[in-house]
T-cell receptor
Framework: GDSVTQMEGPVTLSEEAFLTINCTYT??????LFWYVQYPGEGLQLLLK?????DKGSNKGFEATYRKETTSFHLEKGSVQVSDSAVYFC?????????????FGKGTKLSVKP | KAGVTQTPRYLIKTRGQQVTLSCSPI?????VSWYQQTPGQGLQFLFE???????NKGNFPGRFSGRQFSNSRSEMNVSTLELGDSALYLC???????????????FGEGSRLTVL
């Protein structure tokens, strides 16, 4: 079945460092891909999305490109801030699938130190 | 536009009790999904409802049940609570494919259940 694999955390960075969180997926069709972020004590918020190959999603300085050839959707940010500390989830759409409409990776916890 | 609203935000129960959690989706959204989030298992899909019908169900025991009302509000119930049911329960709403939806889910802040 469809699945999402993302790098294990936690990831600890200093402020203004470059961030990459790797995400790869397995899917039989052509899913949409998402990055969600969860701040402490809150639900999940959509960070960015891409709906077809070579699309680049971007928001709040974060970017991810839908790479069909490598089945990847890595999250990047050029200069992280303390306020970016959160858990990041990669996900793909699976309409009507038995795992729900979105299949999530395990999450990567990011801690940014001042 | 109001977001997804979940109540209660926090609750404490003891083993053997039952609990009901409520979710009000974004206005116009007719699909509601429920997820359980724990540190060990991550996000696990519970079930999804559309137009008062359960469309999909995850791999959870029958103690976990849900329903959806005609106004799209949804409830989930867990009976005979176990310690392992302690988790953050997240509700999410969406419109369905064919309406311009790309599969995105909109999440509430969750209901944190502690079972003692």
């Amino acid at each position: 079945g469809d699945s999402v694999t993302q790098m294990e955390g936690p990831v600890t960075l200093s402020e203004e460092a470059f961030l990459t969180i790797n995400c790869t997926y397995t899917a039989t069709g052509y899913p949409s891909l998402f990055w969600y972020v969860q701040y402490p004590g809150e639900g999940l918020q959509l960070l960015l999305k891409a709906t077809k190959a070579d699309d680049k999603g971007s928001n709040k300085g974060f970017e991810a490109t839908y790479r069909k050839e490598t089945t990847s959707f890595h999250l990047e940010k050029g200069s992280v801030q303390v306020s970016d500390s959160a858990v990041y989830f990669c996900a793909l759409s699976d309409y009507g699938g038995s795992q729900g409409n979105l299949i999530f990776g395990k999450g990567t916890k990011l801690s940014v130190k001042p | 536009k109001a977001g997804v609203t979940q109540t209660p935000r926090y609750l404490i129960k003891t083993r053997g009790q039952q609990v009901t959690l409520s979710c009000s989706p974004i206005s116009g959204h007719r699909s509601v999904s429920w997820y359980q989030q724990t540190p060990g298992q991550g996000l696990q899909f519970l079930f999804e409802y559309f137009s008062e019908t359960q469309r999909n169900k995850g791999n959870f025991p029958g103690r976990f049940s849900g329903r959806q009302f005609s106004n799209s509000r949804s409830e989930m119930n867990v009976s005979t609570l176990e310690l392992g049911d302690s988790a953050l329960y997240l509700c999410a709403s969406s419109s369905l494919p064919g309406t311009g939806n790309t599969g995105e889910l909109f999440f509430g802040e969750g209901s944190r259940l502690t079972v003692l």
